[in-house]
């Protein structure tokens, strides 16, 4: 088994992507909306935290519930662009862009998980 074999993963690079534009576009939310900002954060952290820890389970039944969390993050996280659309935080553009690549990055995630599922 190769060590650190997330590294490799197209999903986990955009997934960083999609992390660091999310604390990009955070950084201007004012301080009423620290919670949201806050929360948009640690939900696109977890997605890519999840493909890393799933990647180092032995059984692909495993990887496959971390794949799972990692898909119910980037939807919470999408929520949270959302909200913050609503609120006036971002620009549509902004969400535009966050959603084509939530988008991807959801269908990367269900790829994964269908191959797993297939070599179980």
Do not use: H
């Not at 650190?4 to 997934?15: C, G, H, I, P, T």
């Not at 604390?23 to 620290?34: C, E, M």
């Not at 495993?62 to 969390?69: G, L, P, T, V």
């Amino acid at each position: 088994m190769k060590t650190f074999r997330f590294l490799d993963f197209q999903v986990y690079k955009d997934a960083k992507i999609f992390y660091k534009q999310c604390v990009s576009l955070t950084r201007k939310f004012p301080r009423d909306y620290w919670e949201l900002g806050d929360q948009l954060r640690r939900a696109a952290l977890s997605v890519c935290l999840n493909i890393a820890e799933g990647s180092a389970k032995y059984s692909d039944r495993d990887f496959k519930r971390f794949i799972e969390n990692s898909l119910g993050s980037i939807n919470e996280a999408v929520a949270c662009l959302d909200i913050a659309f609503d609120n006036e935080l971002i620009s549509n553009n902004s969400l535009s862009e966050m959603k084509l690549l939530g988008e991807s990055i959801t269908k990367q995630l269900g790829g994964l998980s269908k191959k797993l599922r297939s070599s179980s």
